[in-house]
């Protein structure tokens, strides 16, 4: 099935057995159209408004809608009974404020990631929305992708068996940024991927980084994160690369396996190793390499965003914690800051769990 029958079939689906949740989105800039186009044709959402500064951009998104309420004032949102949720998708320096107001006004909060400018902004958000009693939903939308929570389930059953080290590449020629660095505009992605397959933060971050195109700003960045039960990880962040790459190898004792995203085959297993078989005899080692079947698993067809605009619509009516919870989304913003830490003492290995004491 394409992503486009795979919308089709979401249109056509029964009425949801609770009211559609009135949501506005802030900010109309790169992602916001998205957010407005997956609400507005998810059913169980009621697209009410959009809201941005600029005149342009809600002219352009009006002749697509004509039916939404546009606004320069964040106010009309704020104030208005029709709108229960806020989705935001403004820059992150703005995302602690402007999240804020909205939780003050009473309203369910989805904000895109990284869910804040620093830790201490994501902690006095979470805290501020369970004091509420309101949703705070960050968005770390591959938490929703098919073949990510394929190999979830497989790590969950240690089907691959120990994991060794897994090694991430996600590069592109573009786009630059001129208030955040690559590991804050890109690391959020493989930071709430890791974070959710191995459900732990690493131990220790260490990280190298340069700005090529403007020396102040970070545009290519080489991260690497330790982790309790023993997996190591590799990142290779970029805004400067010949060709898009969006690519996973994990290593485990059993088999191993590659993610690509931009595949027709996102999942790849391959049945490969290696036995160590312990010496018999002093300087007498046997390695024996095994080299079987690469199997491609059926991955459904879904549109990760969709289904993520779908469970802030659930975690709302059903009063529960949404897979992108407050706290995935604070332990995401720590690790950014692990890497930060990590640059200004040149490369020094950063011990994330003495940093969150500190922090607590």
Request: charged residues 25%; aromatic residues 8%; negative net charge.
């Amino acid at each position: 099935m394409s992503i486009e029958l795979f919308r089709e079939s979401v249109r056509q689906r029964q009425p949801s057995p609770y009211p559609p949740v009135g949501v506005a989105v802030v900010g109309l800039g790169y992602w916001g159209p998205n957010l407005v186009r997956n609400l507005e044709e998810h059913p169980n959402a009621d697209l009410v408004a959009v809201c941005d500064r600029r005149e342009d951009a809600l002219l352009k998104t009006g002749r697509r809608y004509p039916t939404l309420k546009m606004t320069k004032d964040l106010d009309d949102v704020l104030l208005s009974d029709e709108i229960e949720a806020v989705a935001i998708a403004t820059p992150v320096s703005t995302h602690y404020p402007i999240a804020c107001a909205a939780l003050a006004a009473g309203k369910h909060v989805f904000v895109e990631k990284p869910m804040a400018a620093s830790s201490q902004e994501a902690l006095d958000l979470t805290q501020r929305a369970e004091r509420a009693g309101r949703v705070l939903m960050p968005g770390h939308t591959f938490l929703y992708s098919p073949p990510v929570n394929l190999i979830r389930d497989m790590l969950r059953t240690a089907e691959l068996g120990e994991i060794y080290f897994i090694s991430m590449s996600r590069v592109n020629l573009g786009l630059h940024q001129h208030d955040a660095s690559v590991a804050w505009d890109l690391g959020p992605h493989d930071f709430s991927i890791l974070r959710y397959w191995l459900d732990q933060t690493p131990r220790y971050v260490t990280a190298a980084s340069r700005g090529c195109v403007m020396p102040e700003v970070q545009d290519v960045a080489f991260i690497t994160l330790e982790f309790e039960c023993g997996t190591m990880t590799h990142i290779e962040l970029s805004w400067l690369a010949p060709s898009k790459l969006r690519r996973t190898t994990i290593v485990g004792a059993k088999k191993m396996l590659v993610y690509d995203d931009t595949s027709n085959e996102p999942v790849r297993v391959f049945d490969s190793g290696v036995l160590f078989r312990p010496p018999e005899s002093f300087g007498e080692y046997t390695l024996t390499y095994r080299s079987g079947d690469i199997v491609s698993p059926h991955v459904p067809v879904a549109e990760p965003l969709l289904m993520e605009m779908g469970d802030f619509c659930d975690a709302i009516r059903l009063e529960r914690r949404p897979r992108s919870s407050p706290q995935l989304g604070i332990d995401v913003v720590r690790m950014i800051e692990a890497v930060d830490q990590s640059l200004e003492r040149d490369g020094a290995r950063v011990d994330l769990h003495t940093e969150t004491a500190l922090l607590a």
